[in-house]
Structure formats: C-alpha cells, structure tokens
C-alpha cells in the first residue's frame, strides 16, 4: 500500500485522512491549524511539522486546500513540493480550484517528472466523513488508475472529467447549480413560510414533487427540518459560505473566458457575496436563508 501526505487537514480533509487511515494507508499529515493536526494524529496519523516533512517517503501526496493561491503557493516555485517530491510521486489536488491554475500547476508537476490529477469532490462534509464523496477527476487515465485505491478509501463515485483542468470545469458547473439550487430552495421555503406554512410540511411537499431537489431531500436550508444538517446546528461546519462565494466566482470567470451566459449564476454570486459581506461567511452555505427571512 503507497504511503500518503495528506496537506489541509479541514472540514473536508480531516476526515478524509481519517478514512484513508481507517483503511489501512500510512498517512502522514500537515496543517497550518494544530487543532486540525491532532485530530487525524489522534485518528492514528503521524503529525508532520511542515508540508515538506509530512511528503517526506510519500508515493502519494493529497491536497485539500481552500483556493487555487494555496494549491500554487504549496506546490510551484522555489520552496515548493514540486522542488524536492522523487520523481514518479504522484499528485492528487481535491481542493476546488480555477481550471487555469489547476492546468498550471500539472505543467509544474510534468516538468518535474511527477504524475499530478486535480480531483475536487462533491457530497459535502457527511460525504467526506462517510467515505461516499464523488471524484470530478481531470487528468491521464494511467494516474487515475494508480489513484483509483486511495479515492475507493475516500468515495464512491469516481469519474473521469478529462485532461488536465477538466475535473475542476465539471465541478464549478455543478457548484454553480448547487448555490442557485439552495437560494431558490431558501426563497421558496421562505415564501411559504411568510405565508403561514410550517417550513417542514411544506418541504416534505417539494421534496415529493416537482421542486424537489438536493437541498430538499438531504441538506435542508431550514433550521429544525432535517435532522444532521448544518441548518439545524446554527449553519456550523459543513461547505463555508464563503466557498460557495469563490466557487460562483470561479463559474462566472469561466463563463467570462467562454463566453457562456450564466445569469442565474451571477444571481447567486450576487446573492452570496451579499451574504458573506453581512458577516457570514463562515456560516454554512444554507445560511442564505436568513437573506430571505429571519431564522433566528
Ligand atoms: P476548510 O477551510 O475547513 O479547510 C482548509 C484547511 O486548509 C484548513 O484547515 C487550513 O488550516 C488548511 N490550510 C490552508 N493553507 C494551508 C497550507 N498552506 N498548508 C497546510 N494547510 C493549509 O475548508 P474545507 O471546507 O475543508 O474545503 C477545502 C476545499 O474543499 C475547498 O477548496 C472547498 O471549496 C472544497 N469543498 C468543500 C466542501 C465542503 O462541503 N466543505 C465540499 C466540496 C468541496
């Protein structure tokens, strides 16, 4: 089994380590945060002192990083992991970055010798921690191979976007549906709220008709509705607001270098940017309900 470097040790990467580790990989790991840190030491990690300690003896180093910056910053340049892996690591990036960088830094990596996928996930924090998140991998089909044990470790669903830069491209089409999907959903919920509705009748309504969707059936944005929700723990933990922010920027960016129309999704990022300037974006995605009614 290849040793693992697990860097971003967050909401998301924490426990993915920890299922790595559950399945028998050797996994060592490195974040900024020691909170972080010794949450997957505690799940049987090794605890390195620095990125470049934690890739020492890796065959696979993981990436779970908030923005393209921190993928670029870990990975290029003079003090970056590219100047010092063995050639033939190979390089997985799950964090959802721009589709540009992500190509970047795979030139970066071909450069060095080095086998590099850019494999942003989707299926949230109960996905990560469940060991059920869907792979958007971009990339050769020969490196997804090799990757194909350690992302079973972590997923289930595993797809193959493309090129280099693909899986990024697939993921911020679908994120940009997800932030219209739950500001539609919040609207909605809150209309009938205003109109006298109990918010969880009403969505076992849609959830069984032609409104249904992801939000309704699984991560609803209303507090108290479902059970194991951000929503019904004051919007902690789960997929930041301000994520969703950077992922409808990364959409409208995309659209801008296409020219593809994406009216609803400048909407959201409207919706979101709002949002996050009114002190929340550290609160979960489905937070965008309180732009529509009080929740509190
Ligand atoms: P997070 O902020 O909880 O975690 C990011 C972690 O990276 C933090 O612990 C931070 O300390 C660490 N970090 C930052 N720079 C670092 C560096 N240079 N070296 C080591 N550690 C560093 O974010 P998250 O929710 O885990 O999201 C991570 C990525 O996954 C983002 O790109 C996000 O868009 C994507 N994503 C998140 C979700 C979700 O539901 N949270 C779902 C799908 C995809």
Known sequence: MENIAFIGLGNMGGPMA??????????????LSADA????????????????DAAKDAHVVISMLPAGKHVAGLYLGDYGLFARLPKGTLVIDCSTIDAGTARKVAEGAQEKGLSMLDAPVSGGTAGATAGTLT????????????????????????????????????????????????????????????????????????????????ATELYNPWPGVMDNTPASRGYAGGFMSELMLKDLGLAEETALQSHAANPLGALARNLYEEHVHQGNGKLDFSSIVKHFHSVD
Do not use: Y
């Open 18 to 31: 920890v299922n790595l580790l559950n399945k028998g990989f050797k996994v060592s790991a490195f974040d």
């Open 135 to 214: 792979f958007i991998v971009g990339g050769a089909a020969e490196d997804l191979a090799r990757a194909r044990p350690a992302l079973e470790a972590m997923g289930k669903n595993i797809f193959h976007a493309g090129g280099a830069g693909a899986g990024q491209t697939a993921k911020i089409c679908n994120n940009m549906l997800l932030g219209i999907l739950m500001a539609g959903t919040a609207e909605a919920l809150a209309l009938g709220v205003k109109n006298g509705l109990d918010p969880k009748v009403l969505s076992e309504i849609i959830s069984k008709s032609s409104g249904r969707n992801w």
């Open 37 to 52: 840190l010794a949450k997957v030491a505690a799940a049987g990690g090794r605890a390195a002192s620095s990125a470049a």
